[in-house]
Nanobody
Framework: QVQLVESGGGLVQPGGSLRLSCAAS????????MGWYRQAPGKQRELVAT???????NSAESVKGRFTTSRDNAKNTVYLQMNSLKPEDTAVYYC???????????WGQGTQVTVSS
């Protein structure tokens, strides 16, 4: 079993920045994909950005150039640096980890990000 604990959400003005953190604990296989998804009210959950354990990244077009993932593999932690935030970035952000070899995946509880003046 794997547990994910997110932190760093909150209220920020348009153009501001936030940094989300997600720490994983439990049985963490060395080969994994950690990242972030988000869900706005009335919308489906969507990919924000992911990073594999060997450093390959993937991100949504809507956040490229503004959001960046990074990882600390020794701490099983993934970060999401969000810059130039827009009101349309408002959503609950969920941490996600997937293990390709086993096919298992886990979600965090979500953290609210609100971009508003």
């Amino acid at each position: 079993q794997v547990q994910l604990v997110e932190s760093g959400g909150g209220l920020v003005q348009p153009g501001g920045s936030l940094r989300l953190s997600c720490a994983a604990s439990g049985r963490i296989a060395s080969s994994n994909i950690m990242g972030w998804y988000r869900q706005a009210p009335g919308k489906q959950r969507e990919l924000v950005a992911t990073e594999t354990s060997d450093g390959t990244t993937n991100s949504a077009e809507s956040v490229k150039g503004r959001f960046t993932t990074s990882r600390d593999n020794a701490k099983n932690t993934v970060y999401l640096q969000m810059n130039s935030l827009k009101p349309e970035d408002t959503a609950v952000y969920y941490c996600h980890v997937a293990f390709p070899w086993s096919g298992r995946a886990y979600w965090g509880q979500g953290t609210q990000v609100t971009v508003s003046s």
